[in-house]
């Protein structure tokens, strides 16, 4: 007898041509190969989003060849919650295939109230780790960064605390995120003498905010560390919504927390510039961003977020084209 159950969600399989297009880059010298493009759960993902929404964005991604799914303790609203939802999803569709997946966490913002909830105290981070492999149903993590430097903590406590957690088996591979280019070196020698696998720096990058450039991509190179870029669409300044301006539903005329009207407004210009150079390729401009992050050496993957699988579909049309003639790049690079 058949049931009467009309959600039109059905058992997942994943695609057995999954592996068959997308591309795969080395992270520093490691043995860690990460898709060219990453799906991060910043948003999208939480208690306040439609869970519906979420699972077709993870079966989306991972049908797409995306193996890395990138998610921190704090990410939600609430904090917590993307993880939590994460480890749902993960239970019901991805079991089967967690040795094809690259999963990350970070612990470094504030997450629980009082002293021991925030920053990069050994008691913070041995707790975050714990409670965010309970939140996702995991044994471990592929991956634990350390979300932010702590100017108080002395950095070998936090880099103790990440290599221990390696120790532990509760991470395989150990990362940092927003660190400037001494405060990387540091970590990175001392993470070297305690023979512990620092593969990646989590950066915010993009045409409009380069600031990596300044001493951070070389500083990764020379420690043999790859670089995944954050935020490669510059809180969306970098897609076609702004192109003839700023309408009336953006997060722009919402002046919300990352992006307000004058932003978009002094950056207008050049957005039209480089619209106009992303349609004589045939991409947009969100796909000419994300192709422009992956023909830099030093970087490794660009993690995206999506609020829709066919957003994220539309993202990963950025790989049909990466190479730039030189008046392309001299146009960019003008407009950045």
Request: with cysteine; aromatic share 10%; charged share 25%.
């Amino acid at each position: 007898m058949k049931i009467n159950d009309k959600s039109g969600v059905i058992n997942y399989v994943a695609d057995s041509e999954r592996y068959n297009t997308m591309t795969y880059n080395r992270c520093g010298k490691s043995g860690v190969l990460l898709p060219a493009i990453s799906l991060g759960l910043w948003h999208n993902f939480g208690f306040v989003d439609n869970q519906n929404n979420a699972r077709e964005i993870l079966r989306t991604a991972f049908d797409l060849g995306i193996t890395h799914f990138d998610l921190a303790n704090n990410y939600g609203p609430p904090y917590g919650s993307a993880e939590e939802n994460f480890g749902m999803l993960y239970k019901k569709d991805f079991k089967p295939y967690r040795d094809e997946l690259f999963i990350a966490s970070k612990a470094g913002y504030d997450m629980w109230p009082g002293p021991y909830g925030n920053l990069g105290s050994r008691k913070y981070i041995m707790a975050s780790i714990d409670q965010s492999l309970k939140r996702m149903g995991l044994d471990y993590v592929d991956i634990f960064y350390h979300h932010r430097p702590d100017p108080d903590t002395p950095l070998e406590e936090t880099m103790v605390a990440l290599a221990d957690i390696v120790r532990q088996g509760k991470a395989l591979y150990v990362g940092i995120s927003n660190y400037q280019p001494k405060e990387t070196a540091e970590a990175a020698a001392l993470l070297k003498e305690l023979r512990v696998p620092f593969v990646l720096h989590q950066a915010r990058y993009s045409i409009f905010d380069r600031w990596v450039e300044d001493g951070l991509l070389n500083t990764l190179e020379n420690n043999g560390v790859g670089c995944i870029a954050f935020s490669p669409l510059a809180q969306g300044m970098l897609t076609n919504k702004y192109v003839n301006g700023i309408p009336e539903d953006s997060r722009a005329a919402k002046n919300l927390t990352y992006l307000d009207r004058e932003q978009v407004e002094n950056n207008l210009h050049k957005i039209k510039n480089l619209a106009a150079v992303a349609e004589k390729r045939g991409q947009k401009l969100s796909q000419m961003a994300i192709a422009w992050l992956l023909n830099r050496p030093a970087i490794t993957s660009v993690l995206v977020g999506a609020s829709s699988a066919k957003q994220l579909i539309e993202n990963v049309k950025a790989l049909d084209n990466l190479v730039f003639s030189e008046e392309e790049k001299k146009i960019i690079n003008a407009n950045s």
